[in-house]
C-alpha cells in the first residue's frame, strides 16, 4: 500500500535539488518522546524530500529517556547543514506546554510541515506539492491530504479519504472533522503565521492541539485538499497520545464542550450554528460513554442537553450526514 522512502547519502544531494536557495522557505517540524524504534521512518521522510524550495528539519525531542536522542545525535552529524535539535533536559509536556508551538518558534521558514516521531511521509514531492499550493492560493492557510493509517499488526486502511480529486474543504466542514475531529497531522503544511495568531486558550485548555490548529488555518477560507496519499499516521503506537489517553477520553470531551464557547468568541456568526452542531456531537459521544459505563446520573444528565438540543441533530442529519 506504500513504500518507504529512500534517503540520500549525502545532503549535498539534497541542497542541489534546491531551486530557491537564498533563504529557508520550509520548516519541516517533528515532536519527538520516546519513539526510538519510529524515528528513523520519520527523518527519512523528512531527507527523502524532493523540492526546489529550501528546507529545514526542526526536531524537538522532549527530554527522551530510550535511545531516541542518541539517533537524533546521528542524524544531526551527517545532516548538519539541514538537521536542528532542540533537545529538552526536563519534558514539557508533563509540565502543560503544547509542543507544536513550542517547537515552531525555533522554525525560520515561511511555511511549516508538520509530523509527530511516530508517523512518517511517503511521497517524496509531498512538500513540492504543497508549497505550490500555498504559493498560488495567497488566501489559503493549510494544505492537508490523505493518509494511509497503520496499525501495530501491519493492518493498513485509509485515513481522510475525502476523495480522489483535489479540492478545497469549506471551513464549516473543517469545524466539523472527516469522520472523526481532525485532519492527519502529519500531511499539515501551513502559513508559520498561524501559530502567532492561536488564541490564549490554545496554550491553558486545548486538550489536543492538532483540532485546534487545523481549526484557526482553516478559518475563514478552508483547507485545500490533495488526494495522493503523502504520508502513514500509526496508530495504538507505544508513546503516542490514543493510547496514553485512552482513559481520559471522558474528560477530554467534557474539555471539548467546555471550549466552544470560547470558538464561538474566535469566529464569525455565521458559522455559530455548525459549531453548536459540533458541540451535538459531543453530547452524543458523551452520551454512549455513560451508557457504556452505566453512569447513570451523567447519563440522565446529558440526555436533557440533547434534548435541549433537538434541532442541531435535525439540522445535521439533514445538511451533513452524508459527508459524516
Known amino acids: 500500500m506504500f513504500d518507504k522512502l529512500i534517503v540520500p547519502n549525502d545532503q549535498h544531494e539534497i541542497i542541489n535539488k534546491w531551486k530557491y536557495k537564498e533563504e529557508i522557505y520550509i520548516s519541516c517540524v517533528c515532536t519527538v518522546f520516546n519513539q526510538k524504534d519510529y524515528i528513523r521512518d520519520t527523518i527519512d521522510g523528512f531527507l527523502a524530500q524532493e523540492t526546489e524550495y529550501r528546507f529545514e528539519i526542526i526536531i524537538h525531542d522532549d527530554a527522551s529517556t530510550d535511545g531516541t536522542r542518541d539517533i537524533l545525535l546521528e542524524y544531526e552529524k551527517k545532516y548538519s547543514l539541514i538537521i536542528k535539535l532542540v533537545l529538552q533536559e526536563e519534558n514539557q509536556y508533563s509540565q502543560g506546554r503544547r509542543i507544536f508551538p513550542l517547537a515552531v518558534e525555533n522554525a525560520t521558514g515561511e511555511y511549516i510541515a508538520l509530523c509527530e516521531g511516530d508517523d512518517f511521509w511517503v511521497d517524496k514531492h509531498k512538500l513540492q506539492k504543497q508549497v505550490v499550493e500555498l504559493e498560488k492560493n495567497k488566501n489559503i492557510n493549510l494544505v492537508i491530504s490523505k ?149 447513570f446520573l451523567c447519563f440522565m444528565n446529558v440526555t436533557f442537553k440533547l434534548l435541549l438540543n433537538l434541532k442541531y441533530i435535525f439540522i445535521y442529519i439533514k445538511k451533513y450526514k452524508k459527508r459524516a
Do not use: H
Open 147 to 295: 493518509a494511509i493509517s497503520l496499525y501495530p499488526d501491519d493492518i493498513t486502511s485509509y485515513f481522510c479519504d475525502l476523495g480522489n480529486e483535489r479540492k478545497v474543504i469549506p471551513f464549516e466542514e473543517c469545524i466539523l472533522g472527516p469522520k472523526k475531529d481532525f485532519f492527519p497531522t502529519a500531511s499539515f503544511f501551513l502559513r508559520k503565521k498561524i501559530f502567532d495568531e492561536l488564541p490564549d486558550w490554545f496554550y491553558t485548555d486545548a486538550p489536543v492541539g492538532d483540532y485546534y490548529i487545523q481549526l484557526f488555518a482553516a478559518k475563514y477560507n478552508g483547507v485545500i485538499y490533495l488526494p495522493e496519499v503523502t504520508t502513514v499516521y500509526r496508530r495504538d503506537t507505544v508513546g503516542s497520545w490514543s493510547v496514553s489517553n485512552k482513559n481520559n477520553y471522558m474528560k477530554d470531551l467534557k474539555k471539548r464542550i467546555s471550549l466552544i464557547n470560547a470558538i464561538l468568541l474566535d469566529v464569525n456568526d455565521k458559522y455559530r450554528q455548525v459549531i453548536l452542531i459540533k458541540r451535538m456531537l459531543y453530547y452524543i459521544n458523551l452520551f454512549d460513554l455513560y451508557k457504556k459505563e452505566k453512569m
